[in-house]
């Protein structure tokens, strides 16, 4: 090394040290008493008691700790492609150089500042069964169709139904996409001109060149939006817990990992337990995020490599 | 796109226009309840414009959540130390990872973006008994002290505009003599203004809704942040009194909003640049 | 650029209020010991305790009590008592004490109780047992309450029923039930007798009224004990015989508890189990001309088996770590005495846990069935929910078993089995927690 070089790494990592003692402090350590937690019994006031894998175990055998898997899944597998479809979706509409494009963004845009607490309160009061504007806006579609049909449909009472649930708690959060619209418009606005050019002159389709040109163009920024969806979206917490007063939902339906994990830790006197239950989400989300890049490598075009 | 036939573009506004309905709807119907009087949010079907147009919900809104001032001002001062925090720690490190050369930078680099992964319950259980051992429960200082230790996301953005800049402007004032610390200050900085006020409204913006680190670091009552408070003031309405949660509800995003419309273009770049140009 | 400065302008605008903020922070207090007291009401029963409160301070010149009211009271102690910083006195349920002192975080008052001259016999037994777990004392009472058969006298007559009659047993009360029943043409359930789900706060422990138990000494989970069985089986009988989607579309069109379209109110159920706090739902919301009748809610076997109620109990502790607990104490002791009890209970419409009561208690006492109350509360088969430590999680699976018996997603038998095999392994791991914990906490609790 150069003396060049050490003065650089010295004056590199003195730049950097607050985000090094962050890290270490706030992210290593903690990260790694978090595993060390999650093998013991640890319930705050006593010392935390080594007990092996104890915890997996219980865990594995769980139903409880089952069906919160079962449910940030199911959560994650629907709230993260129906949001890149419909922000997607709003972007390329925006994309048409239509007039009162700004007004169209910023409205699109708003719905993503509301503060979760917020967004839950509000949409909990849309999505009441008797009042709320959501079935208010539905139930008179359904009674057009049972008019004409002799059928019986009724909106459902969307967040005291086990079934409906947690569609109540997608459409909470797609309503604040905004901020993915925002990127993919600034991803579909970087398309070189020049490409849809050349494919007009061959006749292209709109839907061939959203196909062939548009969406491979864009796929880094669809990269980027998945893994922020999935990071998101598994762990989802302030939406579900403040719309259930703190619990769990009808028959367990708005039960989340983060949610259990916090009712172990501060309900139930298991910290250790939900350490474990951490640790695993931790698992979860980094295999994804793994395997999207993996998968991103073969899919994603990126220019000029 | 620029020709598309007058059947296409009538699709296009349509749909736009639905969209923007299906958006807003929300919006009117929050501000449309906490202007109505509680038997008014009973009656079927509801109606938009109220009968008669309660003011007073908000008063009364105010009034009920007992602490509504206080919470504004916890969320304010906490806002203002961690933008302050965020913005001088992220700039620092940002700069160490994108003007400087020095060995080993990239791999600590992905060191950073991977920590991006972390979700924060995942860490929660350590990082109380951390602040417990410190005596910090309680007291504001779990909220905003880790945020003068650069958070990665800031950090990932500062360095995206850092390299944009070219090289020759610190070339020329480590020439004329300047420290590494001066060209930051001296040089970079003031070229950055735009990019450290986006990530100054992210962070707003972040510690304004924050919702479970409040919910599990903050004890009173009156310490509570607007987030919490009304989360608590909903806990305890137990779902009735929906014209005053409703007028809460708007009196919480309103501050939010209005920033937004402020720093429009701001905040739109820096939101286009997070997820773009990587 | 212009962005920028806007948003500098904005950032000072910020530092006003938060510098408003901060000078609010620390209280005045006029050289008294500050107690910092949080409990969990609000409203009408916050003003009651308020104003126990504020004659305490009175007629104090050393210490000063600060009453907040915490809403989800019992995570924010937990949080603030693992935190190292609890308040002086909180009030909790009596179902949270077990886990709160198993975990070391209450402090015992054996010792403080005994200098203070504070006597058992002074308390209705049911009460001043449920501040003990583990051969302590951890509380001392705040108030109390049970639950019992409220119902719909109108509704009664208008089915021919004698409305002075309540049902006595669960076989009666299923025949009236079917006799206050009203179906539209279509096969619609318009109203109904009595529905375990509405409002349905109790599902965890519908044992009691079938003569079961939730547990067993400190250690057995019985939930699938034959009595419990029995009553959950009862519970499945309504889906079977009312039909699921029947019962659903009825609770569809129930409006919330604390309303005027709270379906009690409105004539569609006429027959629940609530606290003897409906006095004050009832006065608030229900139609003037609204008649009702109170009586101890009919069991399966009423000739060996009366007056069974679940009885709460609210109780003022002193968090591990508070700072001035012989300070606390003092104030728990002033709110225990006859009269400051009798203003409190009265304030928020309940009866006294204290055995005596001076008469002009219930002459004042606005609820016209509180004697009921009291008396249900005397009965030997009042019982509060288990005092186990996994209790919070043993109840929210109770809670998810009647959702599966009444989706028909499992039999009684299934969803009770699930619930034994979970919850045993549940407690038996606390027992093991225990048994490592004990020898030094039970030394330490001596000692205090």
Known sequence: MTGQERHNL?????????????????????????????????????????????????????????????????????????????????????????????????????????????????????????????????????????????????????????????????????????????????????????????????????????????LPVISPVIYFNMIMGLIGSFQVFAVPYVMTGGGDGPGRSLLFLATYLYQNAFDYWNMGYACAIGVILFAIILLLTLFATKLSERHVYYAGK | MARTNLFARILIYSALILAAIAFLAPFAWMVSTSLKPLNETMSLPPRWIP?????????????????????????????????????????????????????????????LLATMM???????????????????????????????????????????????????????????????????????????????????????????NDFLGPLIYLTEQKDFTLALGLQSFQSQQGGTAWHHLMAASTLVVLPVIALFFFTQKSFIEGIATSGGKN | MTAFRYCRFFFALCLLPAGLGLQQLSGAADGRTVIRYWDKWTG??????????????????????????????????????????PPDVAGIWAINLPVYSENNALTPLDK??????????????????????????WALPATPSCNALIYNKKMFREAGLDPDKPPRSIAELEAFNEKLTRRSASGRLETIGHV?????????????????????????????????????????????????????????????????????????????????????????????????????????D?????????????????????????????????????????????????????????????????????????????????RPAPAVTTWGEYNADMKNAVTRIWTGAATAEEALADVQKRQQKNLDRRHERWHRSEPVLTKSWSEQ
Request: glycine content about 8%; charged content about 15%.
């Open chain 1, 10 to 214: 010295r004056v590199g990592l003195l730049f950097i040290s607050p985000w090094i003692v962050g890290f270490l402090v706030l992210c290593a350590y903690p990260l790694v008493s978090s595993v060390y937690f999650s093998l013991c019994d640890y319930s705050v006031l006593s010392p935390a008691v080594f007990i092996g894998a104890q915890n997996y175990r219980d865990l594995a055998a769980d139903e409880v700790f089952w069906t919160a898997l079962y449910n940030t899944f199911f959560f994650a597998a629907l709230a993260i492609p129906l949001g890149l479809l419909v922000s997607l979706s709003l972007a390329v509409l925006l994309n048409f150089e239509a007039r009162g494009r700004g007004f169209f963004r910023t409205v699109f845009f708003l719905p993503s500042l509301v503060p979760m607490v917020c967004l839950a309160v509000l949409w909990q009061w849309m999505l009441n069964g008797e009042l709320g504007l959501v079935n208010s806006t539905i139930n008179p579609v359904l009674d057009v169709f049972n008019h004409a049909l002799g059928t019986h449909w009724q909106a459902p009472n969307w967040l005291a139904e086990a079934r409906y649930a947690k569609w109540g708690i997608i459409f909470t959060v797609l309503w604040g996409v905004g901020n993915a619209v925002v990127i993919f418009l600034a991803g579909l606005q970087d398309v070189p001109r020049h490409l849809y050019e050349s494919a007009d002159i061959d006749g292209a389709s709109f839907w061939q060149k959203t196909l062939h040109i548009t």
């Open chain 2, 51 to 111: 009968n008669e147009i309660h003011w007073e919900n908000y008063p009364d809104a105010i009034r009920e959540m007992r602490y509504f001032w206080r919470y504004a001002g916890n969320s304010l001062l906490l806002c203002l130390l961690s933008v302050v925090g965020t913005v001088a720690s992220s700039a620092l490190a940002a700069y160490g990872f994108s003007r400087i050369e020095w060995k080993g930078r990239d791999t600590v680099f992905v060191i």
């Open chain 2, 118 to 208: 972390i979700p924060f319950p995942v860490v929660m259980v350590p990082i109380y008994g951390l602040f417990k051992s410190l005596g910090w429960i309680g007291t504001f200082k779990p909220l905003w002290v880790p945020t003068f230790f650069a958070g990665a996301f800031n950090v990932f953005l500062l360095r995206q505009f850092f390299l944009g800049l070219p090289k020759d402007i610190s070339e020329a004032a480590r020439i004329d003599g300047c420290s590494e610390i001066g060209i930051f200050f001296r040089v970079i900085l003031p070229l950055c203004k735009p990019a450290l006020l986006v990530v100054a409204l992210f962070q707003f913006l972040h510690t304004w």
């Open chain 3, 44 to 85: 009408f029963e916050a003003d009651a305790m308020r104003a126990v409160v504020d004659d305490f301070n009175a007629s104090q010149d050393r210490i000063f009590v600060e009453f907040n009211s915490v809403s989800q009271i019992d995570r924010r102690l937990m949080l603030a008592t693992a935190g190292g910083v």
């Open chain 3, 112 to 137: 403080l109780a005994r200098n203070a001259g504070i006597n058992p016999d002074d308390y209705i037994p049911v009460f001043w047992k449920m501040c003990q777990y583990r051969d302590h004392l």
């Open chain 3, 196 to 300: 375990p789900e509405e409002p349905g706060w109790w599902n965890g422990l519908w044992g009691y009224w079938f003569g079961g138990s939730m547990v067993e000494g400190d250690s057995r989970i019985t939930a699938t004990s034959p009595e419990n069985v029995a009553a959950y089986r009862w519970v499945q009988s309504y889906p079977e015989r009312f039909g699921a989607d029947r019962l659903l579309a009825l609770r569809d069109g129930f409006g919330n508890f604390a309303s005027p379209q709270n379906p009690f109110f409105t004539g569609r159920v006429a027959m629940i189990l609530q606290g003897s706090w409906i006095y004050n739902f009832i006065a608030n919301y229900a139609p003037a001309d609204f008649e009702w009748g109170v009586a101890p809610f009919p069991s399966n």
């Open chain 3, 302 to 382: 009423p000739d060996h088996l009366r007056d069974v109620t679940i009885v709460e109990c609210d109780l003022l502790v002193i968090p591990v770590g508070a700072k001035h607990p012989q300070e606390a104490f003092e104030f728990m002791r002033y709110v225990n005495t006859r009269g400051p009890m009798e203003k409190l209970c009265l304030g928020q419409r309940k009866f006294s846990p204290l055995q005596e009561c001076s008469p002009t208690f219930f002459e004042a006492h606005p609820n016209p069935f509180i004697r009921t109350f009291l008396e249900l509360a005397k009965s030997p088969n009042a």
